[in-house]
Structures are given as structure tokens and as C-alpha cells.
């Protein structure tokens, strides 16, 4: 069996693949929205995991389910749920695999690159008071309870889901401040949206083209707003992929 962290669309087309060519496939998904879209998609000998693993409990579920293989699809942010990943994968003998997707050229003059939630926070305060977040709801605390931004009217971009509207509203968020939407968003509906809510600086990660950050930074320079990118994590990977091919044809030797 191949075990994939399918936290994201990668991870859900890869088990696709792997499912149509006759493997076993066991995925882990974050959420239960996460679940519901894997299920609804995928057709074959699936099994799905929502409960968190950490190292001990990833450990103890390869070796039960007789994993072969396995293919790190996580977010390209989650940078703890692939050092759990290999450090497992290592004890137990079992080969992995990181997928990992393209970056978007940051070619925008108007584009700062920073290194954290916090020093997003901060850079985001010096470029204007309406702020636009753009960066999902696990980190959005380290954006409300930011000093920086105490004078900001913060506008979050969030899925429509119940447990995330609630954490919003948590937060201390207004109706007014929450967009609760599904993407994929194209340049236009962003940039109607940056609009609609005064944006003066909008805040993303550089999650590549499948998470919407090229038209992001059109739809920002359309409008000449600046851009703060979370710059993603740099990890040393055992194996690395940035394409469905080399994936597929990694799992095949095992």
C-alpha cells in the first residue's frame, strides 16, 4: 500500500493516478472538507485518514498498514508534517517521496518577500491600513494578535466552512471582514474583491499557480497595490519530484 499526504489538490490528483493504476492508496487529509472532496473523486482500493499524525503515531501506522511507499503531497507551508514524514519514513525502512509544486516568478516591483507570519504582519503595516489577507485560516491568529497591526482593518479569505467562519469570528473578525469563498480565483474576481474591500496591501505565500498566487500579484498589479509573499520553507527532501511523472514512476521500483 502508498501512503499520501493529500493535503492539497496535488495530493488528491496524485491519489487519483495512483488509485487508476492499481495501487493501494491510504491518504491523509487535514480537514474533513479535505476528506469529502478525496472521497467524492476517487475511485479505487482507498483508504482515508483525518485524525493528526505526528512522528510516533505515522510510525506506528506504516508499519500496521504494511506501507511500500511514501508520497509527501502536503502543503508546501507544512513544514513540520514533512519532517514527521521522513523521520518515519527513515525508521520504519520505508522510501519517500516529496512532491513538490512550482514556484510563481515573483517579477512585480511591488512584491516584498519576507520570512514569517510576523514579519508579514509588519511589513503589511507599513504599506497601508485596509489589508487583505490571502494566506487561509491556521495561521490568522498570528495576523489578528499582531501588534503591527492593531490600527489595520484585516480582510481574511477563508474557506466556507463552518469550524473556519467560527474561528473567525474567534478572532474577533467581523462579518464584514470575512470572505468566505472556494477558489480557484481568477485575476478579475480578485481584483474586484481587492477593490470591494479597499485593499492597500494584500498578504499570500508563494504557493505556485495550483494555489492562485500568479493571479494574486496580476490582479494586485492591476490595481498597483503591494504584495507581501511568505516566502516558502526550504527543507532538505530524501527525494524530490515537481512533476506527476517522476512520482509515479519513483513508486513503481517499490
Same mark, same amino acid.
Given at each position: ?11 488528491? =490528483?496524485l491519489v ?9 492508496v491510504?491518504? $491523509?487529509?487535514?480537514s474533513h472538507y479535505? =476528506?469529502?472532496?478525496?472521497a467524492?473523486?476517487?475511485? @479505487?482500493?482507498?483508504i482515508?485518514? =483525518?485524525?493528526?499524525?505526528d512522528e510516533s ?5 506504516l508499519?500496521?498498514q504494511?506501507i511500500?511507499?511514501f508520497?509527501?503531497? $502536503? ?5 513540520h ?11 520504519c @525502512?520505508?522510501p ?5 509544486r512550482?514556484?510563481?516568478?515573483l517579477?512585480?516591483e ?7 507570519y510576523e514579519?508579514?504582519?509588519f511589513?503589511?503595516?507599513a504599506c497601508?491600513?485596509h489589508? !487583505?489577507?490571502?494566506?487561509? $485560516?491556521r +495561521?490568522l491568529?498570528? !495576523?489578528?494578535e ?6 489595520c482593518?484585516?480582510?481574511?479569505r477563508v474557506l466556507?466552512?463552518a ?5 473567525c469570528?474567534?478572532l ?11 477558489g480557484?480565483?481568477?485575476r =478579475?474576481l480578485n ?5 470591494k474591500?479597499?485593499?492597500e496591501v494584500?498578504v499570500?505565500? +508563494? ?6 498566487t500568479?493571479t494574486?500579484i496580476?490582479?494586485?498589479?492591476s490595481l498597483?497595490?503591494?504584495v ?10 530524501d ?10 514512476s ?5
Amino acid at each position: 500500500m502508498i501512503f499520501v499526504a493529500a493535503g492539497t489538490q496535488d495530493g488528491r =490528483e496524485l491519489v487519483k493516478l495512483l488509485l487508476a493504476q492499481g495501487h493501494e492508496v491510504m491518504a $491523509s487529509v487535514v480537514s474533513h472538507y479535505g =476528506e469529502q472532496l478525496l472521497a467524492a473523486s476517487a475511485k @479505487g482500493k482507498l483508504i482515508i485518514n =483525518e485524525k493528526p499524525l505526528d512522528e510516533s503515531a505515522l510510525e506506528t501506522c506504516l508499519r500496521e498498514q504494511n506501507i511500500h511507499c511514501f508520497v509527501d503531497a $502536503s502543503h508546501p507551508y507544512a513544514v513540520h508534517v514533512s519532517e514527521n514524514a521522513m523521520a518515519a519514513c527513515r525508521a520504519c @525502512g520505508v522510501p519517500y517521496i516529496r512532491y513538490e509544486r512550482s514556484l510563481t516568478e515573483l517579477t512585480y516591483e511591488k512584491i516584498h518577500v519576507v520570512h514569517s507570519y510576523e514579519e508579514a504582519a509588519f511589513e503589511a503595516a507599513a504599506c497601508g491600513r485596509h489589508v !487583505f489577507l490571502t494566506t487561509g $485560516s491556521r +495561521n490568522l491568529q498570528k !495576523f489578528t494578535e499582531a501588534e503591527a497591526l492593531k490600527g489595520c482593518i484585516l480582510t481574511a479569505r477563508v474557506l466556507p466552512t463552518a469550524e473556519v467562519i467560527a474561528l473567525c469570528e474567534k478572532l474577533g473578525l467581523t462579518p464584514g471582514q470575512i470572505v468566505a469563498m472556494q477558489g480557484p480565483f481568477s485575476r =478579475e474576481l480578485n481584483e474586484e474583491l481587492f477593490r470591494k474591500y479597499r485593499a492597500e496591501v494584500i498578504v499570500t505565500k +508563494n504557493s505556485g499557480t495550483i494555489g492562485g498566487t500568479d493571479t494574486k500579484i496580476a490582479a494586485a498589479a492591476s490595481l498597483k497595490r503591494p504584495v507581501i509573499v511568505i516566502d516558502r520553507p526550504v527543507l532538505r527532501y530524501d527525494h524530490l519530484a515537481h512533476h506527476y511523472e517522476e512520482v509515479l514512476s519513483f513508486v513503481k521500483d517499490f
